[in-house]
């Protein structure tokens, strides 16, 4: 596949997520079952790659994957489909993918001692000029429910963050991590939706329940990610991060369409600025460099 269409077929997943999920939890689902389709689905999926690559993954690897369950797994899920009941979708591709790179920048500074580069921070900059642009818009309006989802977007990417710059240090595969934290968090929701749901899913029609699998379990969990992957190996990270920033502006004009969703003036600004943060932000060097030698070797012990 060429690179290009792998990066476009990532991003169109990205912003069409969103748009996909907000429509469901208006409609028939709930965010618990919708988090179960997530991760149950695509834990079925990662089930093959994991018995087969079951003697090369060390030890190290499984225990490892417990923090990057809670920083990418169940915990962000969660949070992004719960914080969808309140807030447009819009808002979530904003507060999620597009400020990624500004929390990778302050959390990689602060945790990990990495000095961003200049461009790195210009970048996270207008991506924190455009997060406060829209919270102050969601209080303008005095819409008190969007500013709770919007908090549960940025929490959500903070934690992806975490993930980020916790899998560049641990040196596991995009791949596996992925298939580790999948299967690790349905382990979790799985039976946790068994225990406290009253309702069967098979209460919704087969085509909502067909359509939210595939866009769940099989879309968002497994191919956006070996899109996502093929994309870099292909364009670069450099590159293909470039492309992320149509995430947000693409997603405004889905919801819009399909959802009702019209943004205003403010939050289209604040949706450009977000999208221009993360373009200036996707050059080499974005993981910056170690702060000091010392520093780096206490914080690798």
């Given at each position: 596949m060429n690179g290009y269409l792998a990066a476009a077929v990532a991003v169109l997943i990205a912003a069409s997520y969103p748009v996909a999920t907000r429509a469901a939890l208006t409609g028939s689902f709930s965010p618990q079952e919708l988090v179960t389709l997530r991760f149950g689905v695509g834990a079925l999926l990662f089930?093959?790659?994991?018995?087969?690559?079951?003697?090369?993954?060390?030890?190290?690897?499984?225990?490892?994957?417990?923090?990057?369950?809670?920083?990418?797994?169940?915990?962000?899920?969660?949070?992004?489909?719960?914080?969808?009941?309140?807030?447009?979708?819009?808002?979530?591709?904003?507060l999620g993918p597009g400020v990624v790179p500004a929390w990778v920048a302050l959390l990689g500074f602060l945790v990990f001692a990495r000095r961003p580069p200049a461009r790195i921070v210009v970048g996270a900059g207008l991506c924190a000029v455009g997060v406060l642009a829209l919270t102050l818009s969601s209080g303008a309006s005095e819409n008190l429910a969007a500013l709770a989802g919007d908090?549960?977007?940025?929490?959500?990417s903070a934690l992806a963050a975490l993930y980020v710059l916790q899998l560049r240090n641990w040196g596991l595969s995009a791949i596996q991590a992925a298939a580790i934290v999948t299967v690790y968090s349905a382990a979790v929701v799985v039976p946790w939706y068994l225990w406290s749901s009253s309702e069967p899913?098979?209460?919704?029609?087969?085509?909502?329940?067909?359509?939210?699998?595939?866009?769940?379990?099989?879309?968002t969990a497994c191919v956006s990610l070996v899109a996502l992957n093929h994309a870099v190996s292909r364009l670069g990270a450099e590159r293909t991060s470039a492309l992320v920033a149509l995430v947000p502006v693409l997603s405004a004009m889905l919801a819009a369409a399909f959802l009702g969703e019209t943004p205003s003036a403010a939050e289209i600004a604040a949706i450009l600025a977000v999208s221009l943060g993360v373009s200036i932000s996707a050059f080499r060097g974005y993981g910056g460099r170690p702060a000091s030698t010392n520093a780096s070797m206490s914080r690798a012990a």
């Amino acid at each position: 596949m060429n690179g290009y269409l792998a990066a476009a077929v990532a991003v169109l997943i990205a912003a069409s997520y969103p748009v996909a999920t907000r429509a469901a939890l208006t409609g028939s689902f709930s965010p618990q079952e919708l988090v179960t389709l997530r991760f149950g689905v695509g834990a079925l999926l990662f089930l093959p790659y994991l018995v087969m690559h079951f003697r090369g993954i060390s030890r190290q690897a499984w225990l490892r994957g417990v923090p990057l369950t809670l920083f990418q797994g169940a915990g962000v899920g969660a949070l992004v489909i719960c914080g969808l009941q309140f807030a447009p979708a819009s808002h979530q591709a904003a507060l999620g993918p597009g400020v990624v790179p500004a929390w990778v920048a302050l959390l990689g500074f602060l945790v990990f001692a990495r000095r961003p580069p200049a461009r790195i921070v210009v970048g996270a900059g207008l991506c924190a000029v455009g997060v406060l642009a829209l919270t102050l818009s969601s209080g303008a309006s005095e819409n008190l429910a969007a500013l709770a989802g919007d908090a549960m977007f940025l929490a959500a990417s903070a934690l992806a963050a975490l993930y980020v710059l916790q899998l560049r240090n641990w040196g596991l595969s995009a791949i596996q991590a992925a298939a580790i934290v999948t299967v690790y968090s349905a382990a979790v929701v799985v039976p946790w939706y068994l225990w406290s749901s009253s309702e069967p899913l098979w209460r919704v029609t087969p085509r909502e329940l067909v359509w939210q699998i595939v866009w769940q379990g099989v879309l968002t969990a497994c191919v956006s990610l070996v899109a996502l992957n093929h994309a870099v190996s292909r364009l670069g990270a450099e590159r293909t991060s470039a492309l992320v920033a149509l995430v947000p502006v693409l997603s405004a004009m889905l919801a819009a369409a399909f959802l009702g969703e019209t943004p205003s003036a403010a939050e289209i600004a604040a949706i450009l600025a977000v999208s221009l943060g993360v373009s200036i932000s996707a050059f080499r060097g974005y993981g910056g460099r170690p702060a000091s030698t010392n520093a780096s070797m206490s914080r690798a012990a």
